[in-house]
C-alpha cells in the first residue's frame, strides 16, 4: 500500500487545515487508516485512526475535540481536518493504515498496529 499525504503547511495558532492522504490502487475498504505525528526531541505520537465510519475512530488524547479523521472510500483517501491548532501540534504528520482494526484504544494507539506508512507532511503552528 502506498500512502501519499500532502496538505501539510504553516498556519496561526487557532487556525486549521486538513490533511489528505490518498491511497491509490489498493482495496482501500478493507484497511484501518491512521495518522501519527512527531516533533523534533520528541516521540511518535497517535494521532487519530478510522475504520468504516465514525463509529469507528480513536483519536490520541491531546487531539480529541480538535481533529477529525475522515475518509472517502470512493476516492481513497483519509483526511484529517485539525481545527484550533495550537504550537504544540507543530510535527511531521504520517498517514498510516493497517489490515486490522483494534477496538481497544491502548491497542489502536500503538505504531507497531500499522503495517503501512506514508511520507510525512510538515505542520508548523505558529504561536
Known amino acids: 500500500v502506498q500512502l501519499q499525504a500532502s496538505g501539510g503547511g504553516l498556519v496561526q495558532a487557532g487556525g486549521s487545515l486538513r490533511l489528505s492522504c490518498a491511497a491509490p490502487?489498493?482495496?482501500?475498504?478493507?484497511?484501518?487508516m491512521g495518522w501519527f505525528r512527531q516533533a523534533p526531541g520528541k516521540e511518535r505520537e497517535f494521532v487519530a485512526a478510522?475504520?468504516?465510519?465514525?463509529?469507528?475512530?480513536h483519536y490520541g488524547d491531546s487531539v480529541k475535540g480538535r481533529f477529525t479523521i475522515s475518509r472517502d472510500n470512493a476516492k481513497n483517501t483519509v483526511y484529517l481536518q485539525m481545527n484550533s491548532l495550537k504550537p504544540e501540534d507543530t510535527a511531521v504528520y504520517s498517514c498510516?493504515?493497517?489490515?486490522?482494526?483494534?477496538?481497544?484504544?491502548?491497542?489502536?494507539?500503538?505504531?507497531?498496529?500499522?503495517?503501512?506508512w506514508g511520507q510525512g507532511t510538515q505542520v508548523t503552528v505558529s504561536s
Open positions: 498510516v493504515a493497517s489490515n486490522t482494526w483494534y477496538t481497544n484504544y491502548e491497542r489502536a494507539s500503538r505504531s507497531g498496529a500499522y503495517s503501512y
Open positions: 490502487g489498493c482495496a482501500f475498504m478493507s484497511y484501518v
Open positions: 478510522m475504520w468504516w465510519s465514525a463509529g469507528t475512530t
